[in-house]
C-alpha cells in the first residue's frame, strides 16, 4: 500500500509543472530558476536541539537518528506544523535562484501552504463525499488555476474510474464498500499536489517496503527534486544501504534531539573517522551512522560508554557549527508574494455545501435516529400517558411533567452524542485543511451550523408531533415543537464548545458524557414541587452551572407551556402527593415547581442566550486552539523588495525569544 502511494506520489510530481517555471530554455542567457531551503538556529524546547543547513535544489536530505531522536520533529518542523503548545524558534528561509548564467542573483520567497507537500502516513477524510466533491472543495480554496491539474492528477493517478464514488467505508458486508486502501492513499497524494510544491517533505516512506522497493521510491523522489530543482526531505528509520547511497545529505540525530552531524552523505564516514569512530566503506553506512548514537539501556556499563560516545559527537559537532557560523551566508533580497484568499462568504458556503452533504448522506445514521424517535415516543406515551388520559387532573401533573422532562432529555442527548461523534471524524480533516488556512475554525463552526442545524430540527419535529399525538399534552404542537427544536441547536451549540475544546474525539466524547449528566441533574423539575427553593442552598458553582444547562431551561420552557392556564381536577384522596394533589389550576402547579412568575417565552430567550454563550466558547476555544500554518503566515498586501541582512547578522545583533506558533519566517 505505501509503494502505491509513493509511486503516485513521486509519478505526480514528475508530471507536474513547478509554479513560475519558464517554459522555454531556448534562450542561451537565461536558465531555469532552483529552489533551496535554509533553516538556522531552528530548534523545539526539550525536544529538538538547534541545527542549521542549507539545502540545496535537486538535493535529498535524509534524517537518520534511532526512535525517539526527533527525526519527525524537525520535519513538522520545516512544514511549520507543530503543535501550537510546543516552544520553537529559529528561521525557515526558501531560496530562489534566477536570471541569466553568468548573473544569477539569490531571493528569499515566501513558503506559502500551497508551496509544501506534506505526506503524512495517515488518510482523513469526509467519508460521505465522493472523490470528486472532495477534489472540488480542495480545489475551491485555492484559486481557478488549479482545475487543468485536478484533471492531470485525476488521471496520473487512476482516479478517473472512481471519481464519483464515495470515499466510504470499507467494513465487511457493507454494499458500498467505498475506496480501496490504495485509491485512498493517492487521493491523499492528490490533496497535496492540486498546488504544485517547491519543497517535498515526507515522512518514512520506506516503512513497510522490501529493499527493493525502499530504494526505487527514495530514487524517485531524488530524481523528482533534481528534475523540478526542488529540495526533498524524508525521515528514515533504519535504511538499507542501497537507500543510503541515494541521498545527498545527511542528518544524524541522537537520543534527546541531539545533532551529531549534518553534511554531504558522502562525507559522513570521513568526517567520524576523524572523530576516532572507523567506518568500513563497504558496509552499511546508515547502519553504522544509528549505531553511532543507539544506547543500549539493558546493560549499564554498555549504557555508559554509549552516553559517552554521544556526548563527544555532539560536542564535536558544537565546534563545528560554531566554526561554520563564522563565514555567514550572502545577504539576499526578499520578495513577498501575496496569496489569494476566497472572500469569506465563499468560503463559509463552500463549507455548508460539504457538511450538509456528509449530513444528509448518512442514511445509516439518520434512519437509526429517526427510529429512536419513534420508538422512544411510542414508550413514552405507554409509561406516562395512562394518567394524562381524559380531563386535566392534578394526579396527571407528576407525569405530564417527568414526560416533557424525558423528552428534553432524549432529544438533548440524541443530538449531543451525534455532533461530539461528527466533530471527532472531522477533526482531522478540518485540522489539515486549517493549517493551509483555507478557512478558520469560526468559519467552520457557522457552516456546520447552518447545515446540520435543518436536519437536526426534521428530527425534533418528528419526535413532538408523535408524542403530541399518542399522548393529551396541553401544550400547542407549535410551542413544543419549537422548544425542542431549540433545544436540539442549543445542545448541538454544546457539542461545538466541548468538541472545540477537546484534542480528539474520543476525548469529547469521554466528556460530553458527564457534562450532560451534570446539566441534567442540575435541569430536571422535581414532580413534589418548590424545586427552586434548594438552588439558593447549592454551592456557586453548580449555581453557575445550572445557569448554563440548557436541560433546565427547556423544561421550565415545556412546563410554562404546558400548565399556564390549565385547569385541574383535585385528587385530595391521594396523600402521596402532597400539596400538588390539592392544586385546581397549572397556574398553581407552577408556584409549586417554583415557576410561577416565569412563562414559555422566558424560556425560550434563556435557551438562546445560553447557545449564544456556548457558539462564543467554541468560537474561543477553534481560536485558541488554531493549530500551525504550515510554513507560517502567506504574504498579505503588494509584492515588496527589501534588502535584509543575512541570518549570522541577525543573530548577531539581535536576541531571539522562543516564541511559540510557527517559527519565524526571515522573509
Given at each position: ?27 542561451p542567457s537565461s536558465s531555469l530558476p532552483s529552489f533551496s531551503l535554509r533553516w538556522t538556529s531552528l530548534r523545539v524546547s526539550n525536544i529538538l536541539h538547534p541545527s542549521s543547513y542549507t539545502l540545496g535544489p ?17 520535519l513538522t518542523a520545516l512544514a511549520g506544523i507543530l503543535p501550537s503548545n510546543l516552544e520553537y524558534s529559529g528561521d525557515v528561509i526558501m531560496l530562489k535562484t534566477s536570471g541569466p548564467k553568468d548573473n544569477r ?563
Amino acid at each position: 500500500m505505501r509503494l502505491t502511494l509513493h509511486a503516485a506520489f513521486l509519478l505526480t510530481l514528475s508530471l507536474l509543472p513547478t509554479p513560475s517555471f519558464p517554459t522555454s530554455t531556448s534562450s542561451p542567457s537565461s536558465s531555469l530558476p532552483s529552489f533551496s531551503l535554509r533553516w538556522t538556529s531552528l530548534r523545539v524546547s526539550n525536544i529538538l536541539h538547534p541545527s542549521s543547513y542549507t539545502l540545496g535544489p535537486g538535493h535529498m536530505l535524509g534524517i537518520l537518528g534511532p526512535s525517539g531522536s526527533g527525526k519527525s520533529t524537525l520535519l513538522t518542523a520545516l512544514a511549520g506544523i507543530l503543535p501550537s503548545n510546543l516552544e520553537y524558534s529559529g528561521d525557515v528561509i526558501m531560496l530562489k535562484t534566477s536570471g541569466p548564467k553568468d548573473n544569477r542573483t539569490d531571493t528569499s520567497q515566501n513558503l506559502k501552504v500551497d508551496d509544501i507537500a506534506y505526506l503524512s502516513q495517515s488518510d482523513d477524510f469526509f467519508n460521505m463525499l465522493t472523490v470528486r466533491e472532495t477534489l472540488g472543495i480542495e480545489s475551491a480554496f485555492l484559486n481557478s488555476e488549479v482545475e487543468m491539474r485536478q484533471e492531470m492528477l485525476v488521471n496520473s493517478l487512476s482516479l478517473n474510474t472512481v471519481l464519483d464514488r464515495p470515499i466510504g467505508s470499507r467494513s465487511l458486508g457493507s454494499s458500498s464498500p467505498g475506496l480501496s486502501g490504495g485509491e485512498r492513499r493517492r487521493l491523499s497524494c492528490a490533496l497535496e499536489m492540486l498546488s504544485s510544491p517547491l519543497l517535498i517533505l515526507s515522512d518514512e516512506p520506506t516503512t513497510g517496503l522490501d529493499s527493493s522497493q525502499a530504494h526505487k521510491v527514495v530514487k524517485k523522489l531524488k530524481e523528482v527534486a533534481v528534475s523540478n530543482r526542488i529540495p526533498s526531505v524524508v525521515t528514515l528509520h533504519a535504511p538499507r544501504g542501497s537507500v543510503y547511497n541515494v541521498l545527498t545529505d545527511v542528518l544524524l540525530l541522537a537520543p534527546g534531539g541531539e545533532p551529531v552531524y549534518i553534511g554531504p552523505a558522502k562525507e559522513a564516514c570521513a568526517y567520524f573517522n576523524k572523530l576516532g569512530f572507523k567506518c568500513r566503506k563497504d558496509g552499511n553506512v546508515a547502519e553504522f551512522l544509528i549505531d553511532l548514537v543507539s544506547v543500549d539501556v539493558e546493560e549499564e556499563e554498555i549504557m555508559k560508554k554509549d552516553l559517552e560516545r554521544i556526548d563527544i559527537l555532539t560536542e564535536a559537532f558544537r565546534k563545528r557549527e560554531a566554526l561554520a557560523t563564522q563565514n555567514p551566508p550572502p545577504p539576499t533580497k526578499t520578495i513577498r508574494t501575496p496569496w489569494p484568499r476566497l472572500p469569506v462568504h465563499r468560503r463559509i458556503g463552500v463549507l455548508i455545501k460539504r457538511s450538509f452533504k456528509q449530513n444528509v448522506r448518512d442514511s445509516t445514521v439518520n434512519g437509526l435516529r429517526l427510529g429512536a424517535c419513534c420508538l422512544l415516543s411510542f414508550i413514552f406515551s405507554n409509561i406516562f400517558g395512562e394518567n394524562m388520559a381524559g380531563k386535566p387532573n392534578a394526579k396527571s401533573v407528576a407525569d405530564r411533567t417527568a414526560l416533557l422532562s424525558y423528552a428534553v432529555i432524549n432529544m438533548s442527548m440524541m443530538a449531543l452524542m451525534k455532533t461530539l461523534d461528527l466533530f471527532g471524524r472531522e477533526k482531522p480533516v478540518v485540522t489539515r485543511e486549517r493549517m493551509k488556512n483555507h478557512y478558520g475554525g469560526t468559519e467552520y463552526l457557522v457552516a456546520k451550523m447552518i447545515a446540520e442545524v435543518p436536519m437536526d430540527c426534521s428530527f425534533s419535529v418528528a419526535f413532538a408531533y408523535l408524542l403530541k399525538k399518542f399522548t393529551n399534552l396541553n401544550i400547542s404542537l407549535g410551542r413544543l415543537t419549537s422548544t425542542l427544536a431549540v433545544t436540539t441547536v442549543v445542545t448541538d451549540l454544546l457539542g461545538f464548545a466541548v468538541g472545540s475544546i477537546a484534542p480528539d474525539g474520543d476525548t469529547a466524547l469521554a466528556a460530553g458524557t458527564p457534562i450532560m449528566i451534570i446539566y441534567m441533574v442540575l435541569g430536571i423539575i422535581n414532580p413534589a414541587g418548590a424545586s427552586g427553593d434548594s438552588e439558593s442552598k447549592l454551592p456557586l458553582l453548580l449555581r453557575m452551572l445550572k445557569q448554563a444547562s440548557p436541560i433546565r431551561w427547556a423544561i421550565e420552557s415545556l412546563c410554562c407551556g404546558e400548565f399556564r392556564g390549565m385547569k385541574l381536577a383535585r385528587c385530595a384522596g391521594r396523600p402521596s402527593m402532597g400539596a400538588l394533589g390539592l392544586v385546581k389550576t397549572g397556574d398553581q402547579v407552577l408556584e409549586a415547581l417554583g415557576l410561577g412568575e416565569k412563562d414559555w417565552i422566558h424560556g425560550i430567550k434563556t435557551l438562546g442566550i445560553v447557545g449564544l454563550v456556548e457558539f462564543g466558547v467554541a468560537s474561543f476555544a477553534q481560536f485558541v486552539t488554531q493549530p500551525a500554518s504550515r510554513a507560517g503566515n502567506r504574504g498579505k498586501g503588494s509584492p515588496t523588495k527589501t534588502t535584509t541582512t543575512s541570518i549570522s547578522q541577525l543573530n548577531e545583533n539581535e536576541t531571539r525569544q522562543p516564541i511559540k506558533a510557527t517559527p519565524k519566517l526571515n522573509l
